[in-house]
DNA sequence: CTAGGGTTAG
């Protein structure tokens, strides 16, 4: 029918909109065509729709089926909605639907995600949880476990959860060494990684593009350039094709590097492979060249970008405002947070926090806090990073009493301070010999790090 | 038709 046929083109705006209208058509909505449309929506992370479709869907008595409770699940899990998701395994037993491996696995993924950071306690919860139900994890669990353990920076933990996974008799594939050697190489674990990458050779296992990207990633991370550039090398004697993230990862770090001729080259070294740079790769180079202080080089290669077709995103604003920013041009910056504003394109907290640091590293408070209503008029809280950069703002202009009541509020709101605000208080307010209201506050927070 | 890995911004 219609509708599937929109989903398979992805065109989601059709397939909504012929969802939402198939009843006036006479068209009867079934599951073959909801639980492709839901899956489509989760991917595109648009929760809404995907909650609007699955309670259309029960309205219109299509009884849903355990794949359609996963879809929710995972589409839940993406927009962090975790506790929502974890209700949803209760809906789904009361529709006598049991909750299998995947539907587990879903939720355990959820924790272990990124922005879902220290929560790995709830993610071992889930297990336990599994466990009770008679359900059994396999090597996705592990391997999920794994990489959340290692973007928890608990590599620890990630190396005790391989060798339990190993107890259980399951056995690791590419997915587990691929996640514990970008673990080992995001947290300073070069040699361990580069010895595993050895093990999993010695297993019969063939390292893939994503193994290769996560060495040589690890290599570049310290600024090895010349053993990165040997890996990559190798891909193309192992019957290996790079794709643009392993290009991105050596132009961003020859950009990091001040090298901006060796990154040029390689952007167009890509088109002889027949690899298209994507926005991701661009927004190495003008930040490189932002680095460099040279905005107006980096304006021109985002005019350059645009007329090969590539739509600057929010990434690219980021990295101009913040270019603008530390060239000591806040003004201009806010005038690119307008420029993207009339390109459509939705800014974020980043953004905002950006455009606040500027302001605030040119003793500008005022036009700061402005920048804070503008943000909170666009129905985003201020954040941890937020605060920061507000109480750093005010420490740097010997408002102490400033910067102490906003340290207060943002502990008031439920916000936890990292380290970065630990340091800020520690650095700024008490070595001037101010002695903030949070001394409690304080102590938690050294005995955290 | 459902689950896991790699790059980029504050």
């Known amino acids: 029918m219609l509708l599937l046929a929109y989903v398979r083109n992805l065109e989601l705006h059709c397939a909504y909109d012929a969802f939402t209208r198939a009843q006036d058509y006479g068209f009867k909505l079934s599951l073959t ?10 991917k595109e992370n648009k929760i809404g729709d995907v909650e609007y479709v699955y309670k259309e869907m029960i309205k219109r008595r299509i009884q849903p089926n355990l794949y359609t409770f996963n ?3 995972n ?3 993406r927009a962090g909605k975790l506790t929502k998701a974890e209700d949803v395994i209760e809906d789904m037993k009361a529709w006598g639907i049991s909750p299998n491996v995947v539907t587990y696995n879903t939720l355990v993924d959820g924790y272990c995600k990124r922005g879902s950071a220290g929560k790995m306690y709830k993610a071992e919860a889930i297990m336990k949880e599994m466990l009770a139900n008679k359900i059994y994890p396999n090597e996705v669990t592990f391997n999920t476990l794994i990489d959340g353990f290692c973007k928890d920076e608990n590599v620890l933990a990630a190396k005790k959860t391989f060798e339990e996974m190993q107890m259980q008799g399951l056995k690791p594939n590419v997915v587990t060494y691929n996640s514990l050697i970008n673990g080992l190489c995001n947290n300073d674990k070069l040699e361990e990684a580069v010895d595993l990458w050895d093990k999993m050779v ?3 296992l063939k390292p893939n593009i994503v193994t290769y990207n996560a060495l040589i990633n690890g290599f570049c991370k310290k600024k090895m350039m010349k053993e990165a550039t040997k890996v ?10 790079p794709n643009a993230i392993t290009f991105n990862t050596m132009i961003d770090a020859y950009c990091k590097e001040g090298m ?12 002889d492979e027949g690899i298209w740079p994507i926005v991701s790769t661009y927004n190495c180079l003008i930040a490189g060249l932002c680095r460099k202080r040279d905005l107006r080089a980096a304006k021109e290669l985002l005019n350059e970008m645009e007329n090969k077709g590539l739509k600057a995103n929010v990434v690219t604003y980021n990295i101009l405002i913040d270019g603008s920013c530390k060239d000591g041009k806040s003004r201009n910056a806010e005038k690119l947070l307008n420029e993207m504003f009339n390109l459509g394109l939705k ?15 040119e003793g500008k408070l005022k036009a700061a806090l402005n920048v804070r209503a503008r943000m909170e008029k666009e129905r985003k809280q201020p954040n941890v990073v937020t605060y920061n950069v507000l109480i750093k703002g005010y420490c740097k202009i010997g408002k102490l009493e400033a910067a102490n009541g906003l340290l207060n509020e943002m502990l008031e709101k439920g916000l936890n301070p990292n380290r970065t605000t630990y340091d800020i208080v520690r650095l700024e307010m008490l070595e001037k010999g101010f002695i903030p209201d949070i001394e409690g506050h304080l102590y938690n927070i ?3 790090s």
């Open 33 to 42: 065509s909801c639980n492709p449309l839901l899956s489509a929506l989760a």
């Open 71 to 73: 879809i929710l699940i």
């Open 75 to 77: 589409g839940l899990c």
């Open 202 to 204: 010695d297993f019969g």
């Open 232 to 241: 990559f090398d190798d891909i193309t004697n192992q019957e290996l094709v």
């Open 260 to 271: 901006m001729d060796e990154g040029f080259a390689l952007c167009n070294s890509m088109l």
């Open 347 to 361: 800014s974020n907290h980043v953004t905002y926090n950006t455009l606040m640091d500027g302001y605030c590293m």
């Open 446 to 448: 050294s005995s955290m």
